[in-house]
């Protein structure tokens, strides 16, 4: 079956750290860019980062908000993905998504869409 | 950040009326534009991408359209499980937005 599921979400203090894992299965996980989407409680979705296929350089982006204090990585030996957090703040309690990024290409140049996505895991900070 | 803005937030409809949702992004995007469903309680689930190209297993009567800034998501015939939140994002910056989403409730 192809799916995400996420792990690793809870209740932490201010100024902690966390980290979330996905595991993937179903399809070819080292073929496929990989994104992290939060929503927190009531709010829209978010962007958090992504990290390209080994491939394309294994490189990561990250949203201004996390810049600096979140860190994505990938196992492709374990098909999974992860999001290291540090200096948590309140304003990152969400619901933590990860989702595949594949591609449209046409004309020479290429989109990036959030295709498959996990069911998500709560982050709560909060002292 | 390049910022998205959907219009209108919320509207009420009733099942088969034509729903129109826009989307205008703060600087040309291209057609790096995609569309999102999300249901209560559940991940988002993408409909529409590249602007206009209909995700395989979606029905037909959601076509996306547009260019450059304005884009629009379009519901020919609204059905009862087609009440959710509808979200548009671009692809085109290094760093991706959403938009604020777009409620669709029952009338």
């Known amino acids: 079956e192809v799916q995400l599921v996420e792990s690793g979400g809870g209740l932490v203090k201010p100024g902690g750290s966390l980290r979330l894992s996905c595991a993937a299965s179903g399809f070819t996980f080292s073929n496929v860019w990989m994104s992290w989407v939060r929503q927190a409680p009531g709010k829209g979705l978010e962007w958090v980062g992504r990290i390209k296929r080994k491939t394309d350089g294994g490189t990561t982006d990250y949203a201004a908000p996390v810049e600096g204090r979140f860190t994505i990585s990938r196992d492709d030996s374990k098909n999974t993905l992860y999001l290291q957090m540090s200096s948590l703040k309140t304003a990152d309690t969400a619901v933590y998504y990860c989702t595949t990024t594949p591609s449209y290409c046409s004309g020479g140049t290429c989109s990036w869409y959030f295709d498959l996505w996990g069911r998500g895991t709560l982050v709560t900070v909060s002292s | 950040d390049i910022q998205m803005t959907q219009s209108p937030s919320s509207l009420s409809a009733s099942v088969g009326d034509r729903v129109t949702i826009t989307c205008r992004a703060s600087?040309?995007?291209?057609?790096?534009l995609n569309w999102y469903q999300q249901k209560a309680g559940k991940a988002p689930k993408l409909l529409i991408y590249?602007?206009?190209s209909l995700q395989s297993g979606v029905p037909s009567r959601f076509s996306g359209s547009g260019s450059g800034t304005d884009f629009t998501l379009t519901i020919s015939s609204l059905q009862p499980e087609d009440f959710a939140i509808y979200y548009c994002?671009?692809?085109?910056?290094?760093?991706?937005?959403f938009g604020q989403g777009t409620k669709v409730e029952i009338k």
């Open positions: 590249a602007a206009s």
């Open positions: 600087q040309s995007i291209n057609s790096f």
């Open positions: 994002q671009q692809s085109f910056s290094t760093f991706w937005t």
